[in-house]
């Protein structure tokens, strides 16, 4: 029986030995015990994981992705290692890091963005399931540490993250070495244009070709990945809702799909592509009004709709109240 979308334990593995090396008392019985001593799983379904690192923050604080983050060190993270360590410049290494992202997350993507004389390299996954807040921090942070260790001549402009930001978070992030800003479109860090070539010191040719030969059997020999239509559309959705209201034969364009298959695949599922826009555009709303401090015009306009008298209307009918009240 499939276990769904997982990701490798290594992400749960890296931050709990950060944490008690640093003197943190971590809950004594669970999952967490259970990888803190080496044993458990080697992949956990990401509803697990994630309501794991919830309990993990419940115990250590809102502050614990900073500060596993702040305590790891570099390597710990040992299947990031394995993947970038001959990569020949960063966006080598992430090139690397899409094509073999399911070594430690089944659904996890990236991709470079270029914005004139900076560069966004996206850190994001697919699904439904969202992962927590410090989880995300912990993440970017992470990477950070990982890709300045391999090429120190980079330097990392922002961190941006879609979620609000904590309180206090001006004290929160103090030792970070780079700014964050939240409420963000996308979960990313930001580089100087001309870094994103920057040259890995340790890059080696040969020694790239058997480690990605070893990465791509290691990726051929994990459980096939089960992710449903809906999911699917429903990440493409996300992508292309500040751009208007999707239309499905683009959706279905972009999934390499005729409009024809993606209207039978849905149906299969139970479904239509109207229903799953307003699944989307409901939960992104709930997520922006109760977590964000946006104004209804922007959370309007992030939602793809052409005016914010129709966002209102549509969040009425979703919940039987305003925004304004949900908000509170």
């Known amino acids: 029986m499939s276990l769904g979308p997982c990701f490798h334990v290594a ?19 669970g999952l967490l015990a259970e990888v803190a001593r080496g044993e458990g799983p080697e992949r956990v379904p990401l509803a697990v994981g994630y309501d794991a690192w919830r309990t993990l923050e419940e115990s250590v604080g809102r502050d614990v992705g900073v500060r596993a983050a702040l305590a790891t060190d570099q390597g710990a993270i040992d299947l990031a290692d ?37 560069t966004c390299l996206v850190v994001g996954h697919e699904g439904a ?35 609000r930001a904590p309180k206090n978070h001006e004290a929160l992030f103090a030792s970070v070495p ?12 930001l580089v100087p244009d001309a870094h994103v070539s920057a040259l890995n010191p340790r890059a080696d040719d040969r020694l790239r070709a058997l480690l990605l030969a070893q990465a791509s059997r ?18 493409e959705l996300l992508r292309r809702l500040t751009t208007g209201a999707p239309e499905a ?12 298959t993606l209207r039978r695949r849905l149906e299969a599922e139970g479904v239509a592509f109207s229903d799953v826009l307003d699944a989307v555009r409901r939960d992104e709303a709930l997520r922006l009004v109760r977590e964000s401090n946006l104004s209804f015009d922007e959370i ?29």
């Open 11 to 29: 992400l749960l593995r890296a931050p709990l030995g950060a944490l008690v090396a640093s003197g943190v008392t971590l809950p004594a019985t």
């Open 82 to 118: 394995y993947l970038v360590g001959a990569c020949r410049n960063l966006e080598d290494a992430i090139d690397i890091l899409r094509e073999h992202h399911r070594l430690f997350h089944d659904l996890a993507y990236f991709r470079v963005q270029r914005r004139g004389e900076t």
């Open 129 to 163: 399931v969202t992962p927590p807040s410090s989880m995300i921090e912990w993440a970017l942070l992470t990477w950070v540490f990982v890709l300045r260790g391999l090429m120190p001549s980079v330097s990392f402009l922002e961190a941006h993250c879609q979620h």
């Open 178 to 189: 780079l700014r964050f800003r939240f409420e963000q479109p996308e979960n990313q860090l």
């Open 218 to 235: 290691m990726v051929a020999e994990l459980p096939p990945l089960e992710v449903s239509v809906v999911d699917r559309v429903r990440h």
């Open 249 to 260: 034969d683009d959706v279905a364009r972009a999934l390499r799909l005729s409009p024809r």
């Open 300 to 328: 309007s306009f992030r939602l793809g709709f052409s005016q914010t008298t129709s966002f209102h209307r549509a969040f009425r009918r979703w919940t039987g109240t305003t925004a304004s009240e949900t908000r509170g």
